[in-house]
């Protein structure tokens, strides 16, 4: 499996953006850029996935660079509900449903009110 | 949709007895279900990959005659700590995916939080 580099912790204000950055620079042309968090005491939820253009929805965006060595989770406008460890994960397109997650160390965002 | 409860959130036992923990996907069929297990201050650690009617795939160093998983339908499977000894103590976390939707995500339960004494 190809690894991710993530920041170990970041910081940010409440109602300010915020944009944690992962490094997947062995990535192959068939893995899916996914994103999880895991609240405190919590499962992990879905918070976005993208190949090659960029993606929105409800919860985040998700910019990925032009040679998709490198991609970066937006939080419009951060809440303290946003405090949770952040994991950028790649899937190989080509397997669906029973491909495995490895979780690495993700980045613990801290959200000051 | 796509919602994923555990049963129990936690649970305190004896060392030596068997603690079995259920996972459902509430409101829809699992195309898959994992099992893994976080130690404090840890990433998730994926246990075992099971489908329905089959047997699972452990991941290595896992004992599968320790932690038996059952998959009896689309909707449940459990994990069956065999024996459990303190070190067994951890946070179980189950997942299950939907085939096509959205490509391979995970859906996870809340987690059930064991003590061995």
């Known amino acids: 499996d190809a690894k991710t580099t993530q920041p170990n912790s970041m910081e940010s204000n409440e109602e300010e953006p915020v944009h944690l950055p992962c490094n997947h620079s062995?990535?192959?042309?068939?893995?899916?850029i996914h994103w999880y968090r895991q609240l405190p005491s919590q499962g992990p939820e879905y918070v976005i996935h993208g190949l090659t253009s960029n993606v929105n929805n409800r919860m985040a965006s998700l910019a990925i660079a032009e040679d998709r060595k490198s991609s970066t989770l937006i939080l419009h406008r951060a809440t303290l509900r946003d405090a949770a460890v952040y994991y950028c994960?790649?899937?190989?397109?080509?397997?669906?449903?029973?491909?495995?997650?490895?979780f690495g160390t993700g980045t613990r965002l801290l959200v000051s009110p | 949709g796509a919602v994923v409860s555990q049963h129990p959130s936690w649970v305190i036992c004896k060392s030596g007895t068997s603690v079995k923990i259920e996972c459902r996907s509430l409101d829809f069929q699992a195309t898959t279900m994992f099992w893994y297990r976080q130690f404090p201050k840890q990433s998730l650690m994926l246990m075992a990959t099971?489908?329905?009617?089959?047997?699972?795939?452990?991941e290595q160093g896992v004992e599968k005659d320790k932690f038996l998983i059952n998959h009896a339908s689309l909707t449940l499977s459990t994990l069956t700590v065999t024996s459990a000894h303190p070190e067994d103590s951890s946070f179980y976390i189950c997942s299950a995916t939907i085939r096509g939707r959205p490509q391979g995500a995970q859906y996870f339960g809340p987690g059930t939080r064991l003590l061995v004494l």
């Open positions: 062995t990535i192959s042309g068939t893995d899916y």
């Open positions: 099971s489908n329905e009617g089959s047997k699972a795939t452990y």
């Open positions: 994960i790649l899937r190989d397109r080509r397997y669906t449903g029973f491909q495995k997650l490895v």
